[in-house]
Every structure is written in C-alpha cells, then in structure tokens.
C-alpha cells in the first residue's frame, strides 16, 4: 500500500499509483536506491502496537500514519467504503475523540476525497 496510495514527490509518483520501482506483492526493486520519502516514511500498523491484525494495510485496504497531532488515512480506491465498516469506523472515532482532545484531528483520503472523522 505504501508504494501504491500516497504520492511521492521525488519519484513524481502520483497518489494511488503503483510506483514504477514496485513489483506488485514481491516489493520495491530499488529499496536500496530508495528516496528520504520512503526511508523515512513509519507505517502506524507497523509503529503502533495497539493496531492489531485487522489493521494490516492489505486486509483493511487502508494505511495509516500520524503528523504530529493529526491521524491520516489513505484508503485505497478499489475498496472506497472500507473506512466505514467495523471495526474500522469505530475505531477512527475513538481515535478522533482522543485527538480532539489535544487539538488534533482524523483524516480519511479516499482518492481526491477527504473526509474529517468525527469523534
């Protein structure tokens, strides 16, 4: 999901594009090459122990990472109402209640959409 749903300025890889170092369910044939963007990009599924399983980006069809204050939440285009469906919705809400707490807040994108998670 990573190499497919954000867009990555430095390889003008567009969002919800298949980058053109990735080979689709084997990985990037320039991992090494890799630009700042990628290397230092921190999947929250794989950051966060709270996320379990359900949350690994090719069973939720999502990827999720945090800036600061702010969730953010790419879903993939081919699975658009993923993000609403337990247990998925629930816990975007939770999170959102949590987040506005401290002045923060959820975003989902799907495609060029972009919804605003209230908790």
């Not at 990009?41 to 999502?62: I, K, N, Y």
């Not at 209640?97 to 495609?111: E, K, L, R």
Request: proline share 5%.
């Amino acid at each position: 999901m990573c190499c497919d749903l954000p867009d990555i300025d430095e390889l003008d890889k567009p969002a919800n594009t298949l980058c053109r170092h990735c080979v689709r369910d084997e990985g990037c044939i320039a991992y090494a090459a890799r630009p700042a963007t990628c290397r230092d990009f921190l999947c929250a599924w794989r950051t966060d122990v709270a996320l379990g399983a359900e949350w690994e980006p090719r069973l939720s069809h999502m990827m999720v990472y945090r800036q600061g204050d702010q969730l953010t939440v790419l879903v993939d285009p081919r699975h658009q109402g993923a993000w609403r469906e337990a247990p998925y919705q629930g816990q975007l809400r939770a999170w959102a209640a949590q987040a506005a707490a401290i002045g923060g807040y959820v975003i989902v994108w799907v495609g060029d959409e972009v919804f605003k998670v209230e908790g």
